[in-house]
């Protein structure tokens, strides 16, 4: 891509209200951010009020507690079927050629 290239398109944003309303269809607001055109960007707002900032304040401080578990409760958090895009991940993906073992990741 150019340098000069400038990305035009929209960041998307729904809100938490609209994400828990049965009724709200969302494949619109997706399609937006992630298909043709789109930033890849999606955003939800609102996640404020409901006490998401400390919810993952509280998640990111167990993660150095899950990278410590033994070998074999690691391997079974492990999934192989997806390519390792979900579940923990470590030593599988690669970067400039090599697999990193720099870091841990933990999908769901």
Not at 56 to 76: F, I, K, N, T, V
Not at 87 to 96: A, C, F, I, L, P
Not at 97 to 107: E, T
Request: proline share 2%.
């Amino acid at each position: 891509m150019d340098d000069k290239a400038v990305w035009e398109g929209e960041v998307v944003r729904v809100s938490l209200a609209q994400l828990q309303d049965e009724a709200y269809d969302l494949t619109s607001a997706i399609a937006r951010a992630f298909g043709r055109g789109g930033l890849g960007v999606l955003v939800v707002d609102g996640l404020g009020e409901a006490g998401f900032a400390a919810k993952r304040a509280r998640l990111l401080a167990q993660g150095s507690a899950l990278a410590a578990l033994p070998p074999e409760a690691l391997e079974r958090a492990t999934h192989a079927a997806s390519s390792y895009s979900f579940g923990w991940s470590h030593g599988k993906e690669r970067v400039d050629g090599r697999l990193d073992f720099a870091k841990g990741s933990f999908y769901n």
